[in-house]
T-cell receptor, first 117, second 114 residues
């Protein structure tokens, strides 16, 4: 069974500081990895995803993530955050359903990023 | 395009009452999903429909039923609500492409069961 671990439930930072949100996954097969963002009182939207190829993936709003197969990690980074980046961030892995052809997305428990002035 | 829409936005039920959460998408996606979100738990899959006419259980299906009414609509029914079903419910849709597809989420329904 696959799992996704987000190591920090809350990350407070000051505006214009760099930030890294950590995500580790457990899987013995190739995976597709995603970061979704949820702004207050809204649904989730895709920030970026890793499918194959370059291990550095760029997403919206200046975010990027690096896939590290040996460490089974997919950490999200931004060099300089804004107040508007305050949101909850979810790491997710998409794996084929056991015995079937469908894929299921498994989410981590989320990291609340709070950007303070 | 409205994307994924959900109704209602808020609902308060008493224990034992029933209700149906509605979801519709206008992106012509084949797959639709229902999740629940609880504090500190992330999103957990309740049911999904890989294509019109099919539904399958997810991680937490107990106490729920679903109907894929047509390609656009996927409803979630609580037959006898319990306080443990107090949660925020999200519907999502995607066009399956071997696991690489992006899921598009609705704005959520906030349900409180007293």
């Amino acid at each position: 069974a696959q799992s996704v671990t987000q190591l920090d439930s809350q990350v407070p930072v000051f505006e214009e500081a760099p930030v890294e949100l950590r995500c580790n996954y457990s899987s013995s097969v190739s995976v597709y990895l995603f970061w979704y963002v949820q702004y207050p009182n809204q649904g989730l939207q895709l920030l970026l995803k890793y499918l194959s190829g370059s291990t550095l993936v760029k997403g919206i709003n200046g975010f990027e993530a690096e896939f590290n197969k040996s460490q089974t990690s997919f950490h999200l980074r931004k060099p300089s955050v804004h107040i508007s980046d305050t949101a909850e961030y979810f790491c997710a892995v998409n794996l084929r359903d056991s015995g079937g052809s469908n894929y299921k997305l498994t989410f981590g428990k989320g990291t609340l990023l709070t950007v303070n002035p | 395009n409205a994307g994924v829409t959900q109704t209602p936005k808020f609902q308060v039920l008493k224990t034992g009452q029933s209700m149906t959460l509605q979801c519709a998408q206008d992106m012509n996606h084949n797959s639709m999903y229902w999740y629940r979100q609880d504090p500190g738990m992330g999103l957990r899959l309740i049911y999904y429909s890989a294509s019109e006419g099919t539904t399958d259980k997810g991680e937490v299906p107990n106490g729920y039923n679903v109907s894929r009414l047509n390609k656009r609509e996927f409803s979630l029914r609580l037959e006898s609500a319990a306080p443990s079903q107090t949660s925020v419910y999200f519907c999502a849709s995607s066009d399956p492409s071997g696991g690489t597809d992006t899921q598009y989420f609705g704005p959520g329904t906030r349900l409180t069961v007293l």
